[in-house]
């Protein structure tokens, strides 16, 4: 079955950084953009960042464009959020999304705060 497990998340100052992973299992990884969501209590989930299959095309919401970088290594089914120059307005649960399959992991915890 579909498993997407996070990792990666904790508590850190504003200005710091943090490395999200995600690991995929149950589908064959390498042909399916992935997608990473971020939510807060009371709020809709919000799309932070895309990558394709290949991992040649990246997309990044607003917010955190040139702060974020995402990433992949097909060979570990595995697809990375590299966090920088975190703000507190970053804290949330973070989840990774296959395109195209409607799964979440459990999602891992972000808490920026000084």
């Known amino acids: 079955q579909v498993q997407l497990v996070e990792s990666g998340g904790g508590l850190v100052q504003p200005g710091g950084s943090l490395r999200l992973s995600c690991e995929a299992s149950?589908?064959?990884?390498?042909?399916?953009?992935m997608r990473w969501y971020r939510q807060t209590p009371g709020k809709e989930r919000e799309l932070v960042a895309a990558?394709?299959?290949?991992?040649?095309?990246?997309d990044y919401a607003d917010s955190v464009k040139g702060r974020f970088t995402v990433s992949r290594d097909n060979a570990k089914n595995t697809v990375y959020l590299q966090m920088n120059s975190l703000k507190p307005e970053d804290t949330a649960v973070y989840y990774c999304?296959?395109?195209?399959?409607?799964?979440w992991g459990q999602g891992t915890q972000v808490t920026v705060s000084s």
């Open positions: 999304k296959a395109v195209g399959w409607a799964h």
């Open positions: 149950g589908f064959t990884f390498s042909n399916y953009a």
């Open positions: 990558i394709s299959s290949a991992g040649r095309s990246t």
